[in-house]
C-alpha cells in the first residue's frame, strides 16, 4: 500500500482513501460523494474499489453517485439495506484487489447484526466495530456478539494499523480515563490525542498494541475495568463485563 488517507467527511467521519499504486484506488466507507471525487480528482485513476463495512448512511451515502461516476466495484456484506453493491463477501471472505492486494473480510457483529471489517496488507478498516480507546453502540447486535468481535480484531499483529469509521480519541479517552485511571498508556496516548486534535491533525489510524494496552473495551479482564462495572465475582464472563461497559459509556457526560 503506497499511500492511506483519512478523508474527513459529514461531522465527524472519515472515509479511507489506500492508493495501492498504479492508479488503483480503494475508497472505505464513502458515506458522501464530495470529498472523494475531490481526491480522485488529484490523482491518476486506473480503478476504484469501493469497501463498506455496515449500512449506516454516513457510511455508505455516497457509495451509489460515487460507483456510477468511477465505475467503481463496491464490496459490502451480505445486507440488502446496502444497496450500492456490486458484490457481497462473509466472513473470512478473500476479494483480490488490485496490483497484488487482497483484502479479508471479517465477520464482526455488534454494532450492526451484518458488520463486516477489512484487512489489507497490515491495515485493518472496522467501520464502527473498533474506535480508537472505545467500540461502537449496540444498536442490531448483543454485548457478547461485540466483546466477541473485539477479541477477534485484538488478536490481529500488534502492529496492525486501525482506521476507524470516526474521529472520537479525545471523547473517548475522557470516559476510559475515568474506568481505567491508572493507566499510563492511556493517559500517554489521552494527551497526545488532544495535542493532536488541537494542531487540527487526525488521531488515526491507531495500532492493535496501542488499543490493546489502553482501550477499556479491550480490556474486559482487566481489574480496574471489573472494578468500574462492579463485576469483579471471577465468574461474570467478559461479555457481561462489556455490556456493563458499554452501558457506562453511553450515559457518560463527562
Known amino acids: 500500500m503506497q ?5 474527513p467527511a459529514l461531522a465527524d467521519n472519515y472515509i479511507w482513501l489506500a492508493d495501492l499504486g498504479g492508479g488503483h484506488l480503494v475508497v472505505v466507507d464513502p458515506g458522501e460523494a464530495a470529498p472523494v471525487d475531490a481526491a480522485l480528482a488529484r490523482r491518476d ?3 476504484v474499489t469501493i469497501l463498506l463495512t455496515h449500512h449506516h448512511r454516513d457510511h455508505v451515502g455516497g457509495a451509489m453517485a460515487l460507483r456510477e461516476r468511477w465505475a467503481a466495484r463496491v464490496i459490502a456484506p451480505h445486507d440488502d439495506r446496502i444497496e450500492a453493491a456490486t ?11 488490485a496490483a497484488g492486494t487482497h483484502a479479508v473480510a471479517l465477520a464482526v457483529p455488534g454494532h450492526t447484526r451484518s458488520h463486516v471489517a477489512f484487512v489489507v496488507d497490515d491495515v485493518l478498516f472496522c ?6 480507546l472505545g467500540c461502537g453502540r449496540l444498536f442490531e447486535g448483543t454485548a457478547a456478539e461485540m466483546q466477541s468481535s473485539l477479541a477477534r480484531l485484538a488478536a490481529l499483529p500488534p502492529q496492525t494499523r486501525v482506521c476507524c469509521g470516526h474521529e472520537y480519541t479525545v471523547a473517548n479517552a475522557r470516559f476510559a480515563r475515568h474506568v481505567d485511571p491508572g493507566n499510563e498508556a492511556l493517559a500517554e496516548h ?10 487540527g491533525r487526525p488521531t488515526l489510524p491507531s495500532t492493535i498494541a496501542l488499543e490493546r494496552a489502553a482501550n477499556p473495551f479491550l480490556r474486559c ?17 467478559a461479555g457481561t463485563v462489556l455490556g456493563r461497559l ?9
Open 3 to 7: 499511500d492511506l488517507v483519512p478523508l
Open 45 to 47: 485513476v486506473a480503478s
Open 87 to 97: 458484490e457481497r463477501v462473509g466472513d473470512d471472505q478473500r476479494v483480490d484487489l
Open 127 to 132: 467501520g464502527d466495530t473498533l474506535f480508537s
Open 190 to 199: 489521552a494527551s497526545w490525542a488532544r495535542a493532536t486534535r488541537a494542531a
Open 221 to 237: 479482564d482487566a481489574a480496574a475495568i471489573r472494578k468500574a462495572v462492579d463485576a469483579l465475582d471471577p465468574d461474570i464472563d
Open 246 to 254: 458499554r452501558s457506562l459509556k453511553d450515559g457518560f457526560d463527562g
